[in-house]
């Protein structure tokens, strides 16, 4: 194995497709996509399957994962943001898989491609912008407009309003994909040093010691990250659908 | 290298060993060789490397559209189903334990009263008995004190006549008893009269 802590994020063919020139090749990326939605949807379906009046553990699991993301969504956008439930709770569990799958060693994680985080977040944006103007036509500017703004401030507040709009579906896919890339790299190159290290003989083995501590606790860090930026990513979602359901509320 | 050739040069056969110093050669080889090729052939930072782009929106689509349908027509139906069902399960138990409260609630009450009522009706009848004994026995003992002060005052009558009589007896009886003494003592006879008045004389004394 490469040495290299970007080596992780390398893409390969498995099965090279290409269509009108352009190259849709079944990468690794697209076997972890795969391996996410079978392992969430999975666990999910399993674990329902008894339809137990008295959850099991498990059973429970996937009860708390919906309530946890019905009650954010609840709260988020109220309940006339309900409608977009299945889409908040497919992102949570797809993100939140996927951090998870790239936490076992030798996984791709998918979550750390700046294409996928962003095609994610244009998702949701698209989501917003779309629904906002079917359901409010151009009433749905209103959300560039705050209320109460004496007009000679108006032209000033209203481009940082549509600049800080413009910058969500950035921000959004940004964050989740720097913490995990972060992240990984971070873990590849702490335990690199206790492979490189322990190879020096006895001293460079007790040398060893201090990084191998510190790649088992961001290994810790890391799987709270995991949960932390799925949750931040449905959070977030949740306001940005807010917006496009009450549009001038805020 | 060091450790590979150290196993070759374990293994049996020279040819073997030559064998897997090449392949290990040409691994490092390859290995190297494509982490030039990725770098030199995008020259990119691996997350930013276009080249996949197009494949990874396409399989991300395909994964996430495929899930996001299992979501929604699914599973989310179905915890939806679960949970709903329990709440409704919930609240029937819950107001099944309201309506058999209420019930227990009216047992007690009626419970309470009819011993409240027996209560009333038991101090009644103790009230009552205790008033028809106190009566009989005042009746009685003001009876047996009725015949008790007739009794003492026949009683009393028989004492005085007796008392009477016995005093009027008492001027005889000293009579005799003198007229004998004297007889005896000085074996003349005394008059009547004067014995009488002897006996009168010590009686006046």
């Known amino acids: 194995m490469s040495n290299d802590p970007t080596h992780q994020f390398l893409v390969n063919k498995i099965v090279p497709i290409e269509i009108g020139g352009i190259d849709f090749s079944f990468t690794n990326a697209s076997l972890f996509m795969v391996a996410t939605v079978g392992a969430a949807a999975g666990f999910l379906y399993l674990t ?27 709260e988020g956008a109220g309940s006339g943001g309900m409608k977009f439930f299945p889409m908040v709770f497919s992102l949570f569990m797809f993100i939140l898989t996927a951090n998870l799958l790239g936490m076992f060693p030798y996984f791709f994680t998918i979550t750390s491609q700046i294409i996928v985080t962003f095609a994610l977040a244009l998702f949701v944006i698209g989501t917003v912008l779309f629904y906002g103007f079917y359901k409010h036509g ?113 | 290298m060091f450790v590979t050739a150290a196993y070759a040069q374990q293994s049996t056969t020279t040819e073997g060993a030559e064998a897997h110093d090449a392949a290990a050669a040409g691994e490092v080889h390859t290995e190297t060789g494509v982490a030039h090729e990725g770098e030199a052939g995008s020259g990119v930072f691996p997350p930013f490397d276009s080249t996949h782009f197009a494949s990874q929106l396409l399989w991300l689509a395909i994964t996430f559209g495929l899930f996001y349908l299992l979501m929604s027509k699914v599973i989310i139906p179905r915890i939806g189903g679960i949970l709903e069902t329990r709440h409704d399960r919930i609240a029937q138990d819950l107001d099944e334990a309201s309506r058999l409260k209420g019930e227990a609630d009216a047992a007690i009450a009626s419970y309470e009263q009819e011993l409240a009522t027996a209560k009333a009706k038991g101090h009644q009848i103790a009230d009552g008995a205790r008033e028809a004994a106190k009566s009989k026995a005042v009746a009685d ?61 010590s009686a006046g004394n």
């Open chain 1, 48 to 74: 329902t399957s008894q339809r137990g009046l008295i959850p099991t553990r498990l059973q429970s699991v996937s009860e708390m994962s919906y309530e946890f993301i019905a009650s954010m969504l609840r």
């Open chain 1, 138 to 250: 151009f009433g749905f500017l209103k959300l560039f407009v705050p209320h109460g703004v004496p007009g000679v401030l108006l032209p000033l507040v209203v481009s940082i309003e549509i600049i800080s709009f413009l910058s969500r579906p950035i921000s959004l896919s940004v964050r989740l994909f720097a913490n995990m890339l972060a992240g990984h790299i971070t873990l590849k190159v702490f335990a690199g040093f206790v492979t490189s290290l322990s190879a020096l003989g006895a001293l460079g083995i007790g040398g060893a010691i201090l990084p191998l501590i510190m790649t088992v606790a961001i290994t810790g860090l890391e799987f709270l990250v995991c949960f932390l930026q799925a949750y931040v990513f449905a959070v977030l979602t949740c306001m940005y659908l807010n917006d496009a359901v009450h549009p001038g509320s805020h």
């Open chain 2, 141 to 201: 003992r003001n009876a047996v004190e009725a015949d008790l002060s007739k009794k003492i005052a026949a009683a009393e009558d028989r004492i005085a006549d007796i008392k009477t009589k016995a005093l009027a007896d008492v001027g005889a009886i000293a009579e005799e008893t003198a007229t004998a003494v004297v007889k005896q003592l000085i074996g003349g006879t005394v008059t009547k009269a004067e014995i009488v008045a002897a006996v009168k004389a």
